[in-house]
């Protein structure tokens, strides 16, 4: 018996790479197989693709828990940043900002250079609030001292609300810290990126395919571009 191909970026090679057998059979289904969870969890096992589960760090409550429990009820109500860093064949490093819309999930950038500043960080925010408009809140890891304070400026600036998150404390920006792991262990942890514009290439394509084609269990198997368009739609003005 022939086996489904589990839809776009699913159960293959790089760059999309494993991605978990629950959204390979969401895929499948939307592909028209018709499948169930245990055949798709027996392929998954025969394939070798299963994703080796992190470890749970243990969590200790601090000031900024109040600010990892505010939760998002429309979008573009929080985006959520946070730095990642891989490097190219030649050691050097990769540097990228991911900023997602906690709400719809979507991956609205992930910027990839050799060193991103504060005037990069601002720039990123520039070029996404004149595409989306300007969110309620950002939640951003309080870590250098020069990128907060322009974080904050950029905030009080575009009358958005910071969130920062207690140091050491992932778990307030869960939302962005999931998506940080997906791109690793989808994408950074079985490609080898060559330069630095290989590498902008292909996340961007990743990031794209992400928002597109990946199917979230909290949208009830809804991409997050899917979501959103619903949201939108569901939720646009009634005609007088």
Not at 137 to 160: M, Q, S
Request: hydrophobic share 40%; with cysteine.
């Amino acid at each position: 018996m022939r086996r489904p191909n589990c839809g776009p970026g699913y159960a293959r090679s790089p760059p999309s790479g494993p991605a978990g057998w629950r959204r390979a059979a969401i895929a499948a289904r939307r592909a028209g197989w018709k499948v169930n969870n245990k055949r798709i969890r027996r392929l998954w096992r025969e394939e070798g693709l299963r994703v080796p589960q992190r470890r749970r760090k243990k969590r200790l409550t601090g000031i900024g828990a109040q600010v990892g429990a505010m939760c998002p009820i429309r979008p573009n109500a929080i985006w959520a940043m946070d730095f990642q860093f891989d490097t190219t064949a030649d050691g050097r490093t990769l540097k990228m900002l991911n900023v997602i819309d906690e709400f719809t999930r979507e991956a609205l950038a992930i910027e990839v250079d050799r060193a991103i500043n504060a005037d990069g960080v601002v720039d990123v925010l520039d070029r996404l609030a004149l595409m989306h408009g300007a969110p309620a809140y950002v939640r951003f890891d309080n870590g250098p001292e020069f990128i907060a304070h322009a974080v904050n400026d950029w905030c009080r600036f575009n009358g958005t609300g910071s969130l920062f998150i207690d140091p050491g404390s992932p778990w307030q920006n869960a939302w962005i810290e999931s998506f940080n792991g997906r791109l690793r262990d989808e994408l950074l942890n079985s490609w080898r990126f060559d330069s630095l514009q290989e590498a902008q290439i292909i996340i961007e394509d990743w990031r794209i395919d992400y928002n597109a084609n990946r199917p979230h269990s909290a949208h009830n198997g809804l991409t997050p571009a899917e979501f959103a368009l619903q949201w939108t739609t569901t939720h646009q003005p009634q005609a007088a």
